[in-house]
């Protein structure tokens, strides 16, 4: 059963920074495409970075690229977003997501976590 557990998220002046963490079980990273998506109030859940199960590419929507970065550690079966250099913007609730066969990063992926609130205010 595939399970997905995040962490990470708080309150956060506009610059700072945070890392969200994502706890997966049931399935090995390597094998999934697997990635963070979010969702504001009154807003569509949109892809923010994914990394797919080729282990090669990986994708940020642009209004991150430069800021986030996302990483998995395969030996803790853990997902990572780095976010720096937070803005208002970014305001939302972030869900990780996996999928054994997607190949685009968008909001139909099989399993989801919980989510987790991103709050960027001074």
């Known amino acids: 059963q595939v399970q997905l557990v995040e962490s990470g998220g708080g309150l956060v002046q506009p610059g700072g920074s945070l890392r969200l963490s994502c706890a997966a079980s049931?399935?090995?990273?390597?094998?999934?495409?697997i990635g963070w998506f979010r969702q504001a109030p009154e807003k569509e859940r949109e892809g923010v970075s994914c990394?797919?199960?080729?282990?090669?590419?990986?994708y940020y929507t642009d209004s991150v690229k430069g800021r986030f970065t996302i990483s998995r550690n395969n030996a803790k079966n853990t997902l990572y977003l780095q976010m720096n250099s937070l803005k208002p913007e970014d305001t939302a609730v972030y869900y990780c997501?996996?999928?054994?066969?997607?190949?685009?990063?968008?909001?139909?992926?099989?399993?989801w976590g919980q989510g987790t609130q991103v709050t960027v205010s001074s």
């Open positions: 997501a996996a999928d054994p066969r997607a190949r685009l990063c968008l909001p139909y992926f099989d399993s």
């Open positions: 049931g399935f090995t990273l390597d094998d999934y495409a």
């Open positions: 990394i797919f199960s080729n282990n090669v590419s990986t």
